[in-house]
């Protein structure tokens, strides 16, 4: 698997130290002490679990499945709710945790919907976001890294569903991906 990286973008030193940062700021920022959190399966999974145990305040933890880069896709074909067990959010304060913002569209998916599940306050937080138009333009509340726009695996993101296991944020030989194009 290591061969197959090009570039270490964000090391796993780096990115333990901002998880640690951002779940301050989130825990001074929710004055409830009592929310909800929901990782955008399966890429926020890794990030989400190393978060919340730097956020010592009560929490109920909802499900998403969001599919946007399907298969061995490099760039978004629209994104699709896929499964969801967030259980009863009416009322409460939720913190909606995904890996990437891209284009967004995940975000103006599921926001929305967070809301219309009744939820008092829907705040969102995001690992990376990338330097492109679409997502500067897509509100979010907290950001851990700004990244070029590129094509990235690594602490839970995946090509083809692969490298989620990278404890570092990399990107791929073109060799690499060619190879796990077809790989199932
Ligand atoms: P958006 O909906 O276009 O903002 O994209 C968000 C989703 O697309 C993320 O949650 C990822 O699952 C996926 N994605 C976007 N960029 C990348 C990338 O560089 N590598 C792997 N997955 C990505
Ligand atoms: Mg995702």
């Not at 945790?97 to 939820?119: M, W, Y």
């Not at 500067?136 to 094509?151: A, L, Q, R, S």
């Amino acid at each position: 698997m290591h061969r197959d990286i090009q570039r270490v973008l964000i090391s796993q030193y780096q990115i333990m130290a901002r998880v640690k940062e951002l779940a301050v700021q989130i825990t001074a920022d929710f004055p409830q002490k009592d929310i909800t959190i929901v990782p955008v399966l399966t890429g926020a999974m890794i990030f989400c679990t190393d978060l919340i145990r730097q956020i010592p305040v009560q929490m109920h933890i909802g499900l998403l499945a969001v599919s946007s880069y399907p298969g061995a896709s490099l760039s978004t074909q629209g994104s699709q709710l896929i499964g969801q067990q967030v259980g009863d959010i009416r009322g409460r304060h939720v913190l909606l945790v995904d890996d990437i913002l891209d284009s967004g569209g995940t975000v103006r998916l599921i926001v929305p919907l967070l809301r219309q599940l009744g939820a008092a306050e829907v705040k969102t937080c995001v690992l990376l976001r990338k330097d492109r138009p679409a997502a500067m333009k897509t509100h979010v509340d907290y950001v851990g890294f700004e990244i070029p726009d590129e094509f990235v695996v690594g602490y839970g993101l995946d090509y083809n569903n692969y490298y989620r296991n990278l404890p570092d944020i990399v990107t791929l030989t073109p060799e690499a991906i060619e190879r796990m194009k077809d790989a199932s």
